[in-house]
C-alpha cells in the first residue's frame, strides 16, 4: 500500500532513517536472554562509526587539497577550517566515553561473551584514520600488525592496504614543508646564525649551573652531562647525515629539509607569513594529542569494564591498548620540536630581504 506522505523531500526518507533505526540486533535476544544495556552497547558504537566516517571524509579533503604541487592560501585556509572540525568532533569522541561507562562491569558480563571474537580493533574507520594520517605497518606494535592478518576479513585487509598505498597525510605534510624556501633566503644562512644561538644558550646555562653554589659537585656533573646531551641532540638535528641515521633507525618520520622547515615556522611564529604554516602544524599536533586522549580514556574506561580479563578481540585487553596509545602516534617529530626552541630574544632577526621572499611561501610560488 502506497504511505501517503507530504510533497517533497521527506525527513526520514533522506536520512535513511529506516535503515539506521532498524540497524539494531541485540545478540542476547537472539539467544533469548535480553540485556537491556546492550541497545546502548550497539548504539554507541554505531555513533562513533558515524563521527570516524565524518572524520575519514575531512581527511580526505585535506590530502586532496594537499597533494597538490601548490598550496594557495586560500586553500591553506579551508585545511585549518577542515582541521578544526575534525578536533571539535574528536572531542565529542572523548566526551561520549562516559555514556558507554553507565553501562557497570557487571551488567556487560550479561552480553559480553555474546561478542566474543568481534572487536573494536575490526573498526576499519578508525584503522582507516590511522592509516591516513600516517601510520603503516612497520610502524605498529607486533600483535597490531599480526591482527590485520588474524582479525579482519580478506575485503577488509585489501581496503586497508588499498589506503596505505596511497599518499599519506604525515608524507604529504613533509612535502608541503620541503617546498618551502626557507633556506639560504636572499643569501642569509639562517642555519648558520641559528646554531650560534644555540651555542650561547647553551653557554649560558652550562655557566649557570658551573656559578650555583647551591649545588653539590656532583650534582653540577649531572646537570652539566645533561646540558652536553642537549648539545649533541642539536647538533644531530641539524646535521643532515646524523638526523638520517635517527631516521632511518625509526626515531625520526620527517625529511630533514621538512623537520628544518617545520622548527624555522615554529621559531617564527610571530611573523605574520607564517603564521598560517604554525597555526597548520599545530592543529596536527592537537588532532595527534586528541586521539592519543581517546586511546587513554578509551583503556581507562576498558580497564574499568574488564579488570585484566583479555578481550572479545583476544587481545591482552588493557596491556594491548596501553602500548598501542603510546606507539600509535603520527606527529612526533612536531611534538619534539620543542627541544630544539631557544627563547625569541635569542632569535637571529631576519633581514627585510628574507621576510620579503618569504612572502611567496604561501602564494605556493618557489
Ligand atoms: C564496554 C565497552 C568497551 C570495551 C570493554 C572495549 C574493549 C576493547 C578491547 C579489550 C580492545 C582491544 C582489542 C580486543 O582484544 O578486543 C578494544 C579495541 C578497540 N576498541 Fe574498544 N571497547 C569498548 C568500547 C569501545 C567503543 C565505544 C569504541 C568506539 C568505536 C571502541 C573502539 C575500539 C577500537 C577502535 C579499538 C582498536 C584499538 C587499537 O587497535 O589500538 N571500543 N576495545
Known sequence: MDDKKPPGLYYREYLRLDKILDAQELESEKVGKPAHDEMLFIITHQTYELWFKQIVFEFHEIIRILSSEVV??????????????????????????????????????????????????????????????????????????????????????????????????????????????????????????????????????????????????????????????????????????????????????????GFLAALFINLYRDEPLLYTGFRFLTLLVDIDSLFTRWRQRHAVMVHRMLGTKIGTGGSSGTGYLEATTKKNRVFLDLFNLSTLLIPREDLPPLPKQVRKELGFFFRGDE
Open 72 to 257: 594557495e592560501d586560500k586553500k591553506m585556509g579551508r585545511m585549518l577550517h577542515l582541521l578544526a572540525r575534525i578536533k571539535t568532533i574528536q572531542r565529542v569522541l572523548i566526551e561520549q566515553i562516559e555514556v558507554i561507562e553507565t553501562i557497570t562491569p557487571l551488567d556487560f558480563l550479561e552480553f559480553r561473551d555474546l561478542l566474543v571474537p568481534a572487536s573494536g580493533f575490526q573498526s576499519i574507520m578508525f584503522k582507516r584514520i590511522e592509516i591516513m594520517m600516517g601510520i603503516r605497518q612497520e610502524n605498529r606494535i607486533a600483535s597490531d600488525c599480526a591482527f590485520f592478518k588474524t582479525r579482519l576479513s580478506y575485503s577488509d585487509q585489501k581496503r586497508l592496504a588499498e589506503v596505505e598505498e596511497r599518499p599519506n597525510l604525515l608524507e604529504l605534510v613533509d612535502r608541503w614543508l620541503q617546498r618551502a624556501p626557507l633556506f639560504n633566503i636572499g643569501g642569509f644562512n639562517f642555519w648558520e646564525s641559528y646554531s650560534q644561538a644555540v651555542e650561547k644558550m647553551l653557554d649560558s646555562d652550562a655557566r649557570i649551573i658551573r656559578d650555583n653554589r647551591t649545588l653539590s659537585d656532583k650534582d653540577k656533573q649531572f646537570q652539566l652531562a645533561e646540558v652536553e646531551n642537549t648539545r649533541k641532540r642539536f647538533e644531530s638535528m641539524l646535521d643532515e647525515d646524523r638526523y638520517n641515521e635517527l631516521r632511518d633507525a625509526g626515531e625520526l618520520r620527517f625529511s630533514h629539509k
